[in-house]
């Protein structure tokens, strides 16, 4: 009898980005950061324009496919360093899951109080 290979993904890739959205700017909010702020940081990650965010949460569309999608993913996203979930987030082989961390780790900075040129790695 054959094995088959069978992948399983992590449970966080079906879920709707519009569930995580809320949180992130949560996060933010506790720090004093704006929800403009965060949509900034997904539009600069993701390559998304406003409203294509807005569609996206609007389509309740799934973590997965929502960084599928994502227009224009940064080049400058492999400057991202550091650790997120006790896990270096430069480390990362899997394409989504890193996509996943990147968000979170510019998430933290934010939250964290760093300057928007720094987290956009202008500076």
Do not use: H
Not at 50 to 68: C, P, R, S, Y
Not at 76 to 85: A, E, N, Q, W, Y
Not at 88 to 104: A, H, K, N, S
């Amino acid at each position: 009898m054959k094995q088959q290979d069978i992948t399983i993904k992590p449970r966080i890739y079906a879920m709707s980005f519009a569930r995580v959205y809320p949180e992130y700017i949560n996060k933010a909010a506790k720090k004093g950061r704006t929800k403009a702020e965060v949509d900034q940081v997904i539009l600069w990650l993701t390559g998304y324009t406003q409203d294509e965010l807005e569609a996206q949460l609007e389509k309740q569309t799934n973590i997965e496919t929502f960084l599928a999608e994502a227009p224009q993913l940064n080049p400058l996203r492999s400057l991202i360093k550091g650790v997120v979930c006790g896990v270096r987030v430069e480390d990362i082989q899997e394409p989504t899951m890193q996509g996943i961390r990147y968000l979170d780790k510019l998430i933290d900075e934010l939250a964290k109080g760093k300057t928007m040129e720094k987290i956009l790695r202008q500076a």
